[in-house]
């Protein structure tokens, strides 16, 4: 798989808040005046929450994300390498918005609770991205690839069909057959590391250039993982969705 996408990932990885800085300078102050509606600019993108808000591509058939009482929605960023970044719904409670942090690596990226309005982890890693050239499943291969030779003829990939999840979610799991085999009165976790996990909210999502594999536990995130969004930077220096 070609993964050349992911050769700056290292050394742009340190910079998940570069861009323009929230400060007291009269460009920043005036810069936060130009959203009266919507508060300050998110300080990596320079977008106005509400403009960001519209940009969130929330995913068809997921459950939306509800907090718990006193706390609210919020848009916040997370900056990519390169032209790129993360936008997402993120839970606000408090003075503390979550903030996603980015890691890169050779192969895949990881994403972890830079900060958590609901006292998440920040040693959990809960997305990692694949890149997707030439397959587009060709990450959720490797992971059937991997397995030793008795498990790999039983493992395949399909839609997860999950209560709340989206519509395109998919998970590496154990075919029909395979299945019946196996206790069907407690939770199973099968086909690997990255496979079917019946007691945690795991699964894949093959979008915007990358296969994402989501692993949020049994826990509410404190983000909207159906909200998640990768935005690029134009040459006019304007933000969009990628496609």
Same mark, same amino acid.
């Given at each position: 798989?070609?993964? $050349?996408?992911?050769?700056?990932?290292?050394?742009?990885?340190?910079?998940?808040?570069?861009?323009?800085?929230?400060?007291?300078?009269?460009?920043?102050?005036?810069?936060?005046?130009?959203?009266?509606?919507?508060?300050?600019?998110? %300080?990596?993108?320079?977008?106005?929450?509400?403009?960001?808000? /519209?940009?969130?591509?929330?995913?068809? !058939?997921?459950? &939306?994300? @509800?907090?718990?009482? !006193?706390?609210?929605? &919020?848009?916040?960023?997370?900056?990519?390498?390169?032209?790129?970044?993360? #936008?997402?719904?993120?839970?606000?409670?408090?003075?503390?918005?979550?903030?996603?942090?980015?890691? !890169?690596?050779?192969?895949?990226?990881? #994403? &972890?609770?830079?900060?958590?309005?609901?006292?998440?982890?920040?040693?959990?890693?809960?997305?990692?991205?694949?890149?997707?050239? %030439?397959?587009?499943?060709?990450?959720?291969?490797?992971?059937?690839?991997?397995?030793?030779?008795? @498990?790999?003829?039983?493992?395949? #990939?399909?839609?997860? +069909?999950?209560?709340?999840?989206?519509?395109? $979610? /998919?998970? #590496?799991? %154990?075919?029909?057959?395979?299945?019946?085999?196996?206790?069907?009165?407690?939770?199973?976790?099968?086909?690997?590391?990255?496979?079917?996990?019946?007691?945690?909210?795991?699964?894949?999502?093959?979008?915007?250039?990358? $296969?994402?594999?989501?692993?949020?536990?049994?826990?509410?995130?404190?983000?909207?993982?159906? &909200?998640?969004?990768?935005?690029?930077? +134009? $040459?006019? +220096?304007?933000?969009?969705?990628?496609?």
């Amino acid at each position: 798989m070609k993964l $050349a996408v992911w050769a700056a990932l290292g050394a742009l990885a340190v910079c998940v808040a570069c861009g323009p800085q929230a400060g007291t300078t009269d460009a920043t102050k005036a810069a936060e005046a130009s959203c009266p509606d919507d508060g300050p600019r998110l %300080p990596g993108t320079g977008l106005c929450q509400r403009t960001a808000l /519209l940009m969130l591509q929330h995913a068809e !058939g997921a459950q &939306s994300v @509800e907090y718990p009482e !006193g706390c609210s929605a &919020s848009v916040n960023e997370t900056m990519l390498p390169g032209d790129e970044a993360l #936008i997402y719904s993120a839970a606000k409670c408090g003075e503390v918005t979550t903030k996603l942090a980015y890691a !890169g690596g050779a192969h895949s990226a990881s #994403i &972890s609770y830079e900060t958590s309005a609901m006292g998440h982890s920040t040693e959990d890693e809960i997305i990692r991205l694949f890149g997707v050239d %030439p397959d587009p499943q060709g990450a959720l291969k490797e992971q059937i690839a991997a397995l030793p030779a008795a @498990e790999r003829a039983t493992c395949e #990939i399909r839609l997860a +069909g999950g209560d709340g999840w989206p519509a395109d $979610a /998919l998970v #590496i799991a %154990p075919t029909a057959a395979a299945r019946a085999r196996m206790p069907k009165n407690e939770p199973i976790a099968a086909c690997g590391p990255l496979g079917l996990d019946e007691d945690s909210a795991r699964y894949w999502r093959i979008r915007q250039g990358y $296969a994402w594999l989501f692993d949020l536990g049994q826990d509410v995130a404190g983000f909207d993982p159906a &909200s998640v969004t990768v935005i690029t930077k +134009g $040459a006019d +220096g304007s933000w969009s969705a990628r496609k």
